[in-house]
């Protein structure tokens, strides 16, 4: 269940983030009920050199309903034995320290799950009994038959992610951590009813709840107002996560020790972990100094519906999951997330800017005037995004470029509006790039390591539709104008990616 996922992941960030505030808290070390779960040797680790010094904690929260657990509203045994991973959340610290990024995966999402050894939720043990692979089931599968060590494996094969760190938490240890830290402040704009739950938010506004309320905040499935099941949950849960992070990183907490003790005290009680303890934290905290509620992202896999066989699974976006996973590998700017502080580390990643000032260059850029050769439509391959905020456009365009010979790879909305077209290119791309500029008056090319074939044609305000400049015939001499390399994020990824940064405030 999400809330633990909350609760481990706020304690995570906050040990992180203020180690310097720790060191007292090293006898903690012994607490932690340690379970095997990571697997370093794992094929499926995707350019693992890419990864050095990069630590990714999968945090997951069971829905047991054993122990104290059915006394928060958890149900029985006899409803439900066992226990699965009812919210996953992966998190990214890449080496450089620069950021935090935090990945939802949908409960419900389809996965292909591999041969696994059985897991006893109610012992704590592996069984040494094979569990059989199963195609098309459930994640929440994974934990419920193969505990820790195959949840980690399937996240793994889907993210790539050198996955060298688990957390495991339970319900009645969400309560108290959060009751531990004196409630969280939530907003939204009108009272929230859950059918399963009842009412959530007896009113509207900005609110600090506890207790039961905030366990049925982060598990509501149901509200009657949001209407589409987990993703709302989702973002409520992210939301609560920000709004926790920056509780947490308060100074009324960092400068309150009996609470703070309370807090990991109750943290380390209720959870399971393997290759976590607090020296490691510590020493990830000193390098993690002065990080910014802002440079902490919350972002949710991407699903393209349910399935139609009666399973009602969410259907996995492949290839914009690896988008993303590939982005956050590379160190690659994220939609929403603030811009990083200037560093001189010969080893820190590129400096990454907001979506609000990076999407479209920059007004204060000179353009520079470049020459290329205009080249065979047929040997580009182009994908068009829409920037105008006109709808349809890139429809149009997409049919334009086909009859003229382009290989047209796709249209979509753009995540940002543009004031001027863009025609973004790759390594050796930049002949192609000014073959497309030249159909679009006043455009201009900007090169992006990002976009891996091809070219990106981004429909600024400009353009208002109509019939697009002629082909300039192939070998012809061009000249267009230049902008600096682009530096913002991926435009591989998704358009509709929903992220949440945590210092977002809003009342939704």
Known sequence: MVGRVVVALACVMALVGTGFVWGYLKVFNGNFKNIAAVNPDDSNIRNKSAQTGDQNYLIVGTDTRAGQNGKVGAGTTAEAGGARSDTVILINIPASRSRVVAVSFPRDLQIDRPDCEQWNNDTGTYTGQNIPAEYGAKLNTAYGEGGPKCAVDVIQKMSGLNINHFIGMDFFGFEQVVNKLGGVQVCSKTPLYDYELGDILTKAGPQTI?????????????VE????????????????MSSLLRSVLSNKVLSNPAKMTGIINTFTKYSVVDNVTTDDLLDLGQSMQGLQAG??????????????DGSNNEIPRTEDINAIFNAIINDGALPGEAKAAPSTSAGSARTSTSSSTA??????ATPTPVSASATNPGEVGVRVLNGTGTSGLAGGVSDQLSQDGFDVRGIADASQPFDTTVVRYGPGQRDAAATLAAMF???????DSQVRSGVEVILGKGYTGGTIGQLPAAGSALTTDEVPEYDGPSSALPDDLAVTNAADTTCN
């Open 210 to 222: 506890s207790g039961s309320r905030a366990l049925n905040y982060v598990r509501a499935r149901t």
């Open 225 to 240: 107002t949001e209407g589409n099941g987990d993703y709302g949950r989702i973002k409520r849960q992210q939301l609560f």
């Open 295 to 308: 440079r902490v992202s919350f972002l949710t896999v991407p699903t393209a519906g349910t399935t139609t």
């Open 359 to 364: 999407t479209t260059p920059s007004a204060a």
């Open 441 to 447: 008056p006043g455009s201009r090319i900007q090169q």
